[in-house]
């Protein structure tokens, strides 16, 4: 039996609204099935599955607000296979046992007539769901400063089923370690000091607000984890944007590529010879990415940001990719993203744009351990092979952590990247 | 097969107002840069002329591009075509 789990879209994600099932008990499942759609401040997801099967028990009505690794649905895996699946490595939850006390009690209530919530009888669930993840609440609902809230999960200590000793009862980090060390089982929580439910995650003032907090909490962790260095380098586009030229006066509009599809390409070819720049940072340890799948970074029109993977960028044609940035670009726009492009990048590609600045110096994205930024593709004079011409340059850049690598192999990824650009044709 | 300046407004307002739907483009100058004005990048801008290439069953050419970068110069291209 494979626990389909709600999945982490993206290290800032804490909890998410199940809006509505796609599939019902019986339903047979394809890896790859869309399963259900999760409300995130990012907008509403479309949760992928990652097993064969045949979907069993569904153990989360739409409209519940849910931390991340709760369990949704339990699935009977094709072939009988082993028990525990690749959603959950890929959620990064199936490591932390289900030690949270039971709840009891705290079910939210279900934030029906301001969520699209489906006709589709659902099943309720047998019982209380228990929270799986550690310190994963909705944020601001208990009173629990950052710093102890940090400590908790480093502790694996559900914060919820701490008492605290603060003002107000508030959890302070000697509350967290006293019930680290207590003996299991945990006690069960009281009531949450904050009883008043979350606003209802539909108005795009409250998500754009939630968005600029989870935002704010991804890159604050960056900045305060991940020690960054930093490199630049100029990078001769003419062989790039004269071969862009000539195949696009070949092609009709659609099917037109972009300068920026080839500068992901490149990136993703320049990261065979660097494949330290495509991991992840887990707790202490570098864990290398076999697959290159650029994240890229997607501004949305009414502010705020998503990063979506565009798998498999090293081995896709660049049709098939300016396909995907495309498509990509438009869903995330319009708040219809998969699950999977939230949670699988590898590396993050930000680009400003042909409108934007000359050169972007990045914020690594974790657990991810470099982010690569261009600028846009200005005019310069430029000196080659003993003369001076104008020609068309962009300025790449990278973000990369030096836990994990250092600015000698970050030079030759840029170095790599650009020789890749000199040779268009074999992109 | 030509196409009036009423129906090249009225396809343009509608295929800007799927990409930008925050945009009020009724106000919109004429003759002002679209994407500057819509903050549209390259890949919003290449989608609407996706759109309006099928829409209106015409092809654009890349060299044509350029002279679609108004309001106005998107319907008198049109109307050209």
Not at chain 1, 126 to 149: E, K, N, T
Not at chain 1, 273 to 288: I, K, R, S
Not at chain 1, 360 to 366: D, E, Q, T
Request: charged residues 25%.
């Amino acid at each position: 039996m494979h626990t389909f789990l709600m999945p982490t879209l993206g290290a800032d994600m804490e909890a998410g609204t199940l809006v509505a099932w796609h599939k019902r008990p019986g339903d047979v499942l394809r890896r790859g099935d869309s399963v259900a759609e999760v409300d995130t401040e990012k907008g509403v997801i479309d949760v992928e599955v990652f097993v064969d099967g045949v979907l069993a028990e569904i153990l989360v009505p739409p409209g519940r607000k849910v931390p991340v690794g709760t369990p949704l649905a339990t699935i009977h895996e094709a072939g009988g296979g082993v028990a525990v699946a690749a959603l959950d490595s890929r959620a990064g939850q199936a490591e932390h046992p289900a030690h949270a006390a039971p709840e009891t009690g705290e079910e939210r209530p279900h934030e029906a007539g301001v969520l699209p919530v489906p006709q589709a009888p659902v099943p309720q669930p047998p019982g209380p769901v228990a929270p799986y993840a550690p310190g994963l609440d909705l944020l601001g609902r208990l009173r629990i400063s950052p710093a102890a809230r940090r400590r908790a999960r480093e502790l694996s200590v559900d914060p919820r089923a701490v008492s605290g000793t603060g003002p107000s009862g508030a959890i302070t980090i000697a509350d967290v370690e006293r019930a680290s060390t207590a003996a299991a089982p945990a006690p069960a929580p009281g009531p949450p000091p904050m009883a008043a439910p979350e606003p209802a995650a539909t108005v795009p003032a409250d998500r754009l607000e939630r968005m600029r907090r989870t935002i704010a909490a991804a890159m604050s962790r960056s900045k305060r984890e991940i020690p960054h260095y930093y490199l630049a380098t100029t990078i001769d586009m003419h062989r790039a944007t004269a071969w862009l030229d000539a195949a696009n006066a070949r092609r009709p509009i659609e099917r037109r590529l972009l300068p920026g599809v080839l500068l992901l390409k490149a990136t993703a070819l320049a990261l065979r010879e660097v494949p330290e720049l495509n991991a992840a940072w887990d707790q202490g340890h570098v864990v290398p990415k076999d697959q290159v799948h650029v994240g890229v970074a997607i501004s949305l029109r009414q502010g705020g940001l998503v990063i979506l993977a565009l798998h498999d960028t090293a081995t896709r044609s660049l049709d098939d990719l300016m396909d995907g940035l495309r498509d990509l670009t438009a869903r995330a726009r319009a708040g219809r993203m998969k699950s999977s492009e939230l949670s699988d990048s590898t590396i993050t590609v930000t680009s400003l744009g042909d409108r934007g600045v000359e050169r972007v110096y990045g914020v690594i994205y974790p657990p991810q351990v470099a982010i690569v930024g261009f600028g846009k593709i200005v005019d310069r004079p430029w000196a080659a092979g003993g003369g001076l011409f104008v020609r068309p340059v962009v300025t790449a850049t990278l973000a990369a952590d030096h836990r994990v690598s250092d600015g000698h192999r970050g030079g030759i990824f840029l170095d790599a990247v650009d020789r890749l650009l000199q040779e268009p044709e074999s992109l | 097969m030509s196409v009036s300046a009423e129906a090249a407004r009225e396809a343009i307002v509608r295929i800007l107002g799927g990409i930008a739907p925050e945009a009020n483009l009724a106000t919109l100058d004429p003759e002002a840069n679209l994407r500057r004005e819509l903050d549209l990048d390259s890949i919003d801008f290449q989608n609407f002329l996706i759109a309006l290439s099928r829409d209106l069953s015409i092809d654009i050419p890349e060299r044509d591009i350029s002279s679609l970068t108004t309001l106005a110069g998107c319907v008198r291209y049109l109307q050209g075509r």
